[in-house]
């Protein structure tokens, strides 16, 4: 069977780790996940939450931890990883429909094996990631902005029914 990269990309988008717990409260929510044994010490956990930050115009912000820890592992599972990041924000967005959702991305970041630095990478990601994604979820990128400290703002917004 003949794949072009189009679906081969979608493939590798397509592979969430598994839920174990759902928390949904009226002014945050937290999605867990995991890729192994949850009693399994070496198994991969990620944590995706949401708070409510702004009452008056629905503004939620998103952030996810990998392992406890926001810094990249080095570990790989890169496509695994954002494929459960976008399967927490769909679960999200199904169930709040919020008007706004923001996240930040490090323009560069500590490897947490290495020390080493990488520059970009995730800014690049972020942006690819809305042009596919956003739309699917009824999202549009509304802006994104400089908060300095080499850190960079997303807002999602939206798309008006």
Same mark, same amino acid.
């Given at each position: #069977?003949?794949?072009?990269? =189009?679906?081969?990309? @979608?493939?590798?988008?397509?592979? $969430?780790?598994?839920?174990?717990?759902?928390?949904?409260?009226?002014?945050?929510?937290?999605?867990?996940?995991?890729? /192994?044994?949850?009693?399994? $010490?070496?198994? %991969?956990?990620?944590?995706?939450?949401? *708070?409510?930050?702004? $009452?008056? %115009? &629905?503004?939620?912000? #998103?952030?996810?931890?990998?392992?406890?820890?926001?810094?990249? @592992?080095?570990?790989?599972?890169?496509?695994?990883?954002?494929?459960?990041? #976008?399967? /927490?924000?769909?679960?999200?967005?199904?169930?709040?429909? $919020?008007?706004?959702?923001?996240? @930040?991305?490090?323009? +560069? &970041?500590?490897?947490?094996?290495?020390? +080493?630095? +990488?520059? *970009? +990478?995730?800014?690049?990601?972020?942006?690819?990631?809305?042009?596919?994604?956003?739309?699917?979820? *009824?999202?549009?990128?509304?802006?994104?902005?400089?908060? *300095? #400290? /080499? =850190?960079?703002?997303?807002?999602? &917004?939206?798309?008006?029914?």
């Amino acid at each position: #069977m003949h794949h072009d990269f =189009r679906s081969y990309l @979608t493939e590798l988008y397509d592979k $969430p780790f598994r839920v174990v717990k759902k928390v949904e409260a009226p002014d945050h929510a937290a999605y867990h996940y995991t890729d /192994g044994d949850e009693a399994d $010490p070496k198994a %991969d956990y990620l944590v995706i939450n949401f *708070g409510y930050i702004q $009452p008056q %115009d &629905e503004g939620w912000d #998103m952030d996810f931890t990998r392992g406890g820890s926001t810094a990249l @592992t080095g570990e790989g599972k890169a496509t695994q990883v954002f494929a459960t990041v #976008m399967d /927490g924000f769909k679960r999200f967005v199904k169930r709040y429909a $919020p008007k706004t959702v923001s996240f @930040t991305a490090a323009k +560069s &970041e500590v490897n947490a094996k290495t020390y +080493s630095y +990488s520059s *970009g +990478s995730r800014v690049k990601l972020y942006n690819s990631l809305i042009k596919r994604y956003a739309a699917q979820a *009824g999202y549009r990128l509304e802006s994104t902005k400089s908060l *300095g #400290m /080499g =850190r960079e703002l997303f807002v999602l &917004e939206r798309i008006a029914q």
